[in-house]
């Protein structure tokens, strides 16, 4: 197969190329292939995969057409995992990358009758949040998108923009739509290696360094987890097997509450965990308060993903069954994860 990847220098990007390039040559989109490729081969290999089997095309989602040349051959699937990630990321730059980037992959891969693997998130199944923002189907001209950039962010915002609009031009056109949806991003299930733009670090970092002397939420708030190999693979069947489901959510159903996550690490950072919870209105309160997000290391944002709703997997599961996948165990991912932070300190 040929196959095409975005975001391929990114945590996750990585994983999935070491995975693919196992069996398959890869395609990388990629700014400065001269300066890029290199580096990511040898990361690819390190993982596990075959740098040598990662080929590089110039490209960049920021420009129409994402500056790939006319003449690229037509991949059998592509897999979209560039985006733009930050806290207080500027609405304007997160539409531009995260929303119109994403349409230009999509367009993409309608034209080349190409697979479309596209990444989202676990929050677009949680459809009361969505109510909440105005969200009540996959028209997205029936939503009012400043007041969804204004309540949740740019990042979220934006993500969940452009997977309304990428199922709305999917159901209007020929486009073959595997939608992924990812939760917060664990370490690998052995190693427990972690980037530090990641979310979970800042948990970990958080924790670690005396800051949370409090459990955002209540006893059944969770913060949802996938272990970034497991989700990596799950990404690289859904990109190149037959019979797969529309939607994939890639969750860990079995992710203990937060109080828990937050034990576990705590006594592998030999940290005494927190027993009482701040509801997460008032820490959203308090986190308004100019200097403070910083100093504690939490954003307003980063409390949306923080939540007691529970999800329905059922379909991941099945397809996870049919493709011999099984899922790492998640309290196992946990300790490797807190393992690792403790190591690089």
């Known amino acids: 197969m040929t196959l095409l ?3 391929a220098t990114g945590f996750i ?13 890869l395609y990388a989109v990629l700014r400065q292939p001269e300066t890029q490729l290199p580096t990511l081969r040898q990361q690819v290999s390190d993982l596990g995969g075959q740098g040598d089997r990662l080929h590089a095309v110039k490209g960049d989602p920021d420009l129409p057409g994402l500056g790939l040349p006319e003449d690229l051959e037509a991949p059998e699937a592509i897999i979209h995992l560039g985006a733009r990630f930050a806290w207080q990321l500027d609405p304007a730059s997160a539409h531009r990358t995260n929303v119109a980037g994403s349409l230009a992959v999509a367009e993409l891969a309608r034209r080349h009758q190409s697979r479309l693997v596209f990444v989202s998130g676990f929050m677009l199944e949680n459809h009361e949040h969505l ?10 001209e029936r939503v009012d998108w400043r007041r969804v950039y204004r309540l949740v962010g740019g990042y979220e915002a934006s993500k969940l923009e452009a997977a309304i609009r990428v199922r709305a031009l ?14 917060t991003v664990a370490g690998h299930s052995d190693t427990g290696s972690l980037d530090t733009s990641q979310p979970l670090f800042a948990l970990l970092d958080n924790l670690a360094r005396g800051r949370m002397a409090m459990i955002p939420g209540s006893p059944e708030h969770w913060l949802p987890l996938v272990a970034v190999d497991h989700l990596a693979s799950l990404m690289a069947v ?3 097997s037959d019979g797969v489901p529309e939607r994939l959510l890639a969750l860990d159903p079995a992710t203990p509450s937060l109080k828990g996550l937050l034990a576990i690490a705590a006594d592998l950072l030999g940290r ?8 997460l209105p008032l ?10 997000p910083r100093l504690m290391n939490t954003w307003p944002e980063a409390l949306n993903f923080i ?6 997997t059922a379909i991941t599961d099945a397809f996870l069954r049919e493709q011999g996948l099984a899922r790492p165990s998640i309290e196992a991912v946990i300790v490797a994860t807190a393992r690792w932070y403790r190591q690089r300190q």
Do not use: K, M, W, Y
């Open 5 to 7: 990847i975005t975001g």
């Open 13 to 25: 990007g990585r994983h999935v190329c070491a995975r693919l390039t196992r069996s398959h040559d």
């Open 131 to 140: 109510r909440r923002l105005g969200i009540n189907n996959d028209d997205p």
């Open 170 to 183: 999917a159901s209007s056109g020929d486009l073959d739509l595997v939608e992924v949806q990812p939760a």
């Open 238 to 240: 859904a990109a190149t």
């Open 272 to 279: 005494r965990a927190p027993q009482r919870h701040v509801p």
């Open 283 to 292: 820490l959203a309160l308090l986190l308004r308060l100019p200097g403070l």
């Open 307 to 312: 939540q007691p709703t529970r999800f329905d």
